[in-house]
């Protein structure tokens, strides 16, 4: 059995706590590998690396540690092939999503790669007589992230681009569902020139999340999963004074209007809702026709796209989506259907007791549509994180604008339209992060950041971009005077104002 390893002072380390977890073949249904949960000394371990590496890794200027980035992005694309084959043989989504998994990831080690711009501080000369005022950004020192399962290359890279860039150390503890690919992001820092021990990874689980918000030695935590632990750990680390930002669970809804085009709607809500088997927190798990006509002509068109979708073993071209990440997550979608069923939303399509020929024990899942949705069904309310489509029909706008802004998540939301004024308004009033319109899948570019609202993110700063340098950095101000030898001392027992 392939025994995972942490990744500690620059190279594999086999685990030593006695505690280890299965790490399955989504297509086959098989365990493949084991990881390692690490102990607290094994993290303690990391940590002290990680404390004497930092050191050093500051003190190294910003473009040099500019161009550890720009090798690194070079290697993540020369290794790309081999990257994609890991990924999806622990997460199941097909090849070109892991791709695009990776290249989400390398877009913000490009950002991470102005760093030396990002980090300049503001300057005043003659602030007051003879007083220069000047700012600047420094690293927090060790910093640690936390991620989940079905982003296993681009969210690590969300964390760890912006910080190391910074001068930080960090700590990484992946999903242990799918934590090859992040052991192999590791190795590849230091083959672009990162010193051991400025990136390291650690697995684990709940024990090893705590042990970490808990450690003297690290300052900020970076969490990116569901709602639930999301929160737990904001308040943990909260309360122990440390910064943190915690991104969680969605329920993203597509609102159709009457003068869309609706075929490519269509599209852009078939590839949103099933890609990734639904496995996305920005995936469009609710489409929301406006009107009775429009409701009509949508179902018609998603039922045909529907027949259309393929579903096949993640190394398999042609395939649409894989398989889901493991036997409980397929077990949990599959009893959300159970519940909407019995809630009295109407099953069009069941994708449930699907069966890929050969394949018989893997993970998969058939497409599944609901109509006649309703606000007050717990299956609206909840995220089911896998390839289940909802309707809910609304008779306005109103009344679907209201639909995103009253759920308890606020992640992402889109709204399909010819119509720029109610586009403007809809993007304006509703209360969710971040909005699509015509476009399904509103992931910010690298230099804008990510983050969604409510009991999606909790968090002051978001993630990447400008967002992403400030999270892991803390601005010093200096005011500054240098007078001249002998001048009038000038002190005051009064507070000094700019009068
Ligand atoms: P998860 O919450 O189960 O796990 C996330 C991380 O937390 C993992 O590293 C896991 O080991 C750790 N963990 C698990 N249980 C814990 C506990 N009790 N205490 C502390 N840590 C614990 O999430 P997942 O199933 O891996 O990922 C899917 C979820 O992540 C979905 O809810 C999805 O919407 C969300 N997600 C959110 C974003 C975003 O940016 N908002 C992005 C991707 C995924």
């Not at 006509?293 to 039922?303: G, H, I, V």
């Not at 989506?321 to 979608?333: D, F, L, N, Q």
């Not at 995220?383 to 706008?397: C, K, N, Y």
């Not at 993007?427 to 015509?438: D, H, K, L, S, T």
Request: charged share 20%; hydrophobic share 45%; net charge negative.
């Amino acid at each position: 059995m392939r025994q995972i390893e942490h990744f500690i002072a620059g190279k594999r380390v086999a685990g030593t706590s006695d505690r280890h977890g299965d790490v399955f073949d989504p297509n086959t249904g098989a365990v493949q590998a084991r990881v390692p949960l690490a102990s607290s000394a094994e993290l303690d371990r990391a940590v002290e690396d990680a404390t004497a590496a930092q050191r050093e890794w500051a003190a190294v200027n910003p473009q040099r540690r500019a161009r550890v980035m720009f090798e690194f992005k070079h290697l993540l694309e020369t290794n790309m092939d081999e990257l994609a084959e890991l990924l999806s043989s622990e997460h199941g989504k097909v090849l070109s999503d892991s791709r695009g998994d990776i290249l989400r990831g390398l877009e913000v080690i490009e950002f991470s790669c102005g760093i030396p711009h990002l980090l300049k501080g503001d300057y005043t000369q003659g602030a007051g007589p003879g007083i220069d005022v000047y700012s600047m950004r420094q690293p927090l020192g060790v910093v640690a992230g936390i991620t989940p399962f079905n982003f296993p290359a681009m969210i690590p890279m969300w964390m760890f681009g912006p910080a190391i860039a910074a001068g930080n150390a960090f700590i990484l503890k992946p999903s242990e569902r799918d934590p090859s690919v992040p052991v192999r992001l590791a190795e590849l820092m230091i083959q672009a020139g990162l010193p051991p021990g400025v990136l390291n990874v650690v697995h684990g689980d709940k024990d090893v999340v705590n042990a970490i918000i808990d450690h003297p030695a690290i300052s900020a935590i970076s969490f990116v999963g569901s709602s639930d632990i999301a929160q737990q750990v904001y308040a943990r680390g909260a309360a122990q004074g440390k910064r943190v930002q915690c991104m969680g669970g969605a329920k993203n809804h597509g609102i159709v209007l009457a003068d869309a085009d609706m075929d490519k709607a269509v599209t852009d809500i078939i590839g949103a809702a099933y890609g990734s088997a639904g496995e996305r927190c920005m995936a469009l798990p609710v489409v929301v026709p406006v009107g009775d006509d429009t409701a009509t002509a949508l179902r018609e068109k998603l039922l045909a796209a529907i027949a259309d979708l393929r579903i096949g073993v993640s190394t398999d071209p042609d395939a649409d989506y894989g398989p889901v990440v493991t036997a409980a997550h397929k077990a949990s979608i599959e009893r959300y259907i159970g519940l909407a069923v019995e809630e009295g939303a109407e099953l069009v399509v069941d994708g449930r007791g699907f069966a890929l020929p050969g394949h018989e024990d893997g993970f998969f899942l058939g497409p599944t549509l609901f109509d006649h949705v309703t606000a007050d069904m717990k299956t609206w309310h909840e995220e089911i994180f896998g390839p289940v489509l909802q309707i809910m029909r609304a008779d306005s706008l109103e009344e679907a604008l209201a639909l995103p802004s009253r759920h308890q998540y606020g992640n992402g939301v889109s709204i399909f339209t010819r119509n720029g004024s109610a586009a403007r308004e809809f993007a304006q009033r509703v209360e969710v992060g971040m909005v699509g319109i015509n476009v399904p899948i509103p992931v910010p570019v690298a230099y804008h950041s990510f983050g969604g609202w409510k009991r999606s993110g909790f968090a002051d700063l978001n993630q990447y971009g400008m967002d992403g340098v400030r999270f892991y950095t803390r601005t010093k101000v200096v005011t500054q005077r240098w007078p001249e030898a002998g001048a009038d001392a000038g002190g005051s027992f009064n507070i000094p104002t700019m009068q």
